[in-house]
């Protein structure tokens, strides 16, 4: 049975990849692509497969968050970016192109058909410091301590080989991962935080981590929902990370890196 995920997962699972490839200086182009307009109610859908790549009904926002490996607040713009959705079809003329080209080349196809330029900016912003928590650390340290490649794109600082990697369980209201470094729990929290997370741990090793929690609660309450107060018997994300995981997260103030948009337009028909 196929699994659909949000776009912030679409993004944490490729930004795994990101970690073993390696960007060329000059940016790519796909050899074909078709950008439709699509105004159904139709699941969304995405996929990175060998030199093709293709998606259904993603607002524009969602394909500028795929390109660019960033959450939805990281993006500035115009409001239409996030209510108006396109199919993508495109394919590399390289069959063994790597995931961080296919980027580049997506990257190349926004700013080809949208007219898109950015700009890249640190703005402050209300974050969440991830901590240890009172109780102390409650993940298990794995076996597998090589270095993840993600927290060192310049190479390992002392020879050691270095590794890929990312969780191995993604779903609503579910976390799982083996041998896991903290940037890839931070980068998946803020997501459904809806806001940056910063990692104040200082734990810099790789963990056997299974995080449970109840969806949607990392930013609404229960409310008079019936389908969320049936959820409420599975704890909060706040109260998950602190039973499960034995760390803590603390709202902070910090710069964060933000997409500016500066100029994009409604893509001409193929």
């Known amino acids: 049975m196929r699994k659909y995920l949000s776009i912030s997962a679409m993004v944490l699972l490729l930004s795994a990849r990101f970690a073993t490839s390696q960007t060329t200086a000059s940016q ?3 050899d074909a692509a078709s950008i439709k307009p699509n105004k159904t109610d139709e699941r969304q859908d995405y996929g990175l497969r060998g030199d093709r790549i293709f998606g259904k009904n993603i607002p524009v926002k969602g394909w500028i968050q ?3 490996g960033v959450k939805d607040f990281q993006i500035r713009g115009p409001a239409w970016i996030s ?3 396109f199919d993508v079809e495109a394919k590399a003329e390289n069959p063994s192109a790597s995931a961080a080209q296919m980027m580049s080349m997506l990257q190349s196809l926004l700013a080809d058909r949208f007219k898109l330029t950015l700009r890249r900016e640190m703005a402050d912003s209300t974050v969440y410091a991830l901590v240890v928590g009172r109780r102390g650390l409650m993940m298990k340290p794995s076996k597998d ?3 993840w490649a993600g927290d060192y794109p310049n190479g390992s600082p002392d020879g050691r080989p270095l590794t890929g990697g990312g969780p191995t369980e993604l779903a ?7 041998a896991g470094p903290m940037t890839i729990l931070v980068n998946f929290l803020s ?3 809806g806001r940056p997370v910063i990692n104040k741990t200082g734990l810099t090793g790789r963990y056997d981590i299974d995080l449970r929690y109840a969806p949607g609660s990392g930013q609404t309450s229960t409310g008079d929902d019936p389908v969320a107060q049936a959820a409420a018997s599975t704890p909060s994300l706040f109260t998950a990370m602190q039973e499960q995981l034995g760390l803590r997260l603390e709202s902070a103030k910090a710069p964060v890196e933000v997409l500016v948009i500066d100029h994009i337009e409604r893509p001409s028909r193929n």
């Open 172 to 178: 609503p209201g579910r976390f799982k991962g083996e």
């Open 83 to 85: 209510t108006e959705k």
């Open 66 to 68: 795929i390109a660019y």
């Open 28 to 30: 790519p182009q796909f």
């Open 145 to 147: 301590q090589t270095l």
């Open 191 to 193: 997501a459904p935080l």
